[in-house]
């Protein structure tokens, strides 16, 4: 179960912090990759109200055994007061992907 990799969506208020955010999680090897994809528009509600923002997503890759310091690390950096983090189990890819995602990523 440790090593099953996992996707986590998280989104971003600008570029520069998804970009930042980004790095960190690859620098400290909680994620093997980091798409930015910039140019998304969310329609929510938040205390009461429904909001339509523009934000940036990151599709992160991970490892399920990375999972709890990689949702502390983006907790203590977001800027967000309630970050969506969303962590979905990946069942199937490429083995010799999926092996890559294993090793990059450290539990340590």
């Known amino acids: 179960m440790d090593d099953k990799p996992l996707l986590v969506l998280n989104t971003c208020p600008d570029r ?6 980004a790095r960190a999680l690859v620098e400290q090897r909680l994620a093997a990759c980091v798409n930015v994809l910039p140019g998304i528009e969310s329609v929510y509600r938040w205390q009461e109200t429904i909001e339509t923002d523009h934000e940036v997503l990151l599709l992160i890759k991970t ?11 983006l907790r203590r950096l977001h800027p967000y007061e309630l970050p969506e983090i969303i962590a979905v189990s990946i069942d199937g890819g490429i083995s010799e992907y999926l092996s890559w995602i294993n090793n990059e990523v450290t539990t340590e």
């Open 63 to 73: 490892r399920a055994a990375a999972y709890p310091r990689l949702e502390a690390e």
């Open 16 to 21: 520069e912090t998804a970009a930042a955010l």
